[in-house]
């Protein structure tokens, strides 16, 4: 099945290029798990609920690029619950395990919990239930965690940069405060989640001294903190390999205060690398995309809230599935179309990364669920 061949421009083009998703693909049983062209299977699926943030992050939405007069994209654009709930049940029924949903920020999208309680509906094919989790920055969490855990969400990521307020208000670019976040996750545990996973971004002379305090906080609160490596996502973040602080340092500082050791992997395609505290207390992790890339065992398809398949966080270059729905594709269809797409999928970006791929126009993180 021949796919549409991407245009060379479109590695540089001004807008993310959208190719139409392929029709009357090879029928796929219900069950069958493809895989793509390094042999990974499609396990994981990231749906973006919308491109809106009320974040301005300044590796992900710099607020100089991303001003309160950008233009996201218009509400009759983005997928509706019952589409998402479609493309969800066509992702599980081709293997797909885990739903994780993203934004943009999630909790802005109205009505978010009638979401979750579609998706939390869906089994797989086994008659499994699928893991239904949530990656938000905390803002809304203090309100929507009960709602969001009777609907049936089942675990949850906090995105929190530091627990100093000042350098937390400069990174989140719209001086949100932490306190408020930290409510949130106060929130979030009444309500039943854990462990609650947080995620914190590190740059270069902007947070590398907040990874202890974090520590210590996590340790005490029974959370799982997880330190993200600065990544080149998108093309507006200004990122330059001298910002990123390396998984070795992180691993190091933390190693110093509190004796750490390798763990296994929860399970194949895991995205973090595990650390436990020599004392029992628990676990850190480290995402390390730019010094120890990790993209042999990606399993990860993202859809954008237009609708859009994205093979790789550092695409320049997605298929529109919103479409195929919007024809009136029927499901076999739709699924047909996916599996075509993800068995040509040979991305590797991590691997490749270089000056080479600097200039590409890569998808920014926050149109296509991060
Ligand atoms: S760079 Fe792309 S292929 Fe590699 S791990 Fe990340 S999303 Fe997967």
Redesign the pocket.
């Known amino acids: 099945m021949e796919l549409p061949v991407l245009d060379p421009a479109a590695l540089t083009a001004s807008q993310p290029t959208i190719l139409p998703a392929p029709r009357r693909a090879l029928p796929v049983a219900s069950g069958v798990r493809p895989s793509d062209t390094l042999g990974r299977p499609l396990r994981d699926l990231r749906i973006s609920v919308t491109d809106r943030c009320n974040f301005r992050c300044t590796y992900c939405m710099p607020a100089e690029v991303f001003g309160r007069d950008f233009a996201f994209l218009p509400r009759a654009q983005v997928l509706t619950f019952e589409e998402i709930d479609r493309l969800a049940r066509a992702f599980v029924a081709l293997g797909a395990e885990k739903l994780r949903i993203t934004g943009g920020e999630p909790l802005v999208r109205r009505d978010l919990p009638a979401l979750i309680a579609l998706l939390a509906r869906i089994r797989r094919p086994d008659g499994g239930s699928v893991d239904l989790t949530m990656t938000t920055n905390g803002s809304g969490l203090r309100a929507l965690a009960r709602p969001l855990r009777d609907a049936g969400l089942a675990r949850l990521t906090v995105s929190l940069d530091s627990l100093d307020p000042d350098v937390f208000a400069a990174m989140n670019g719209v001086d949100f405060p932490v306190a408020r976040v930290l409510k949130g996750i106060a929130a979030a545990r009444d309500a039943g989640f854990a462990p609650i996973k947080v995620n914190t971004v590190l740059k270069r002379g902007v947070n590398e001294d907040s990874i202890v305090p974090l520590v210590d906080w996590a340790r005490e609160e029974g959370l799982i903190l997880r330190f993200i490596e600065f990544m080149d996502v998108g093309h507006s973040n200004g990122w330059r390999l001298d910002d990123v602080v390396p998984a070795g340092e992180i691993v190091d500082r933390i190693n110093a205060v509190h004796p750490i050791e390798p763990l296994e992997p929860a399970y194949s395609g895991e995205?973090a690398e595990r650390w436990g505290y020599l004392d029992g207390r628990g676990e850190v992790g480290v995402i390390t995309?730019v010094t120890r890339?990790?993209?042999g065992d990606?399993t990860?398809a993202r859809i954008s809230a237009n609708g859009v398949l994205y093979?790789?966080?550092?695409?320049v270059a997605g298929h529109d599935l919103r479409g195929l729905l919007r024809d009136g594709a029927p499901d076999d269809e739709v699924r047909a179309s996916i599996a075509a797409i993800w068995g040509v999928r040979d991305?590797?970006?991590?691997?490749v990364r270089s000056d080479a791929t600097a200039d590409l126009r890569r998808v920014e993180m926050f149109a296509m669920g991060g």
């Open positions: 995205v995309s890339p990790f993209c990606c990860r093979t790789c966080l550092f695409s991305d590797r970006y991590s691997e």
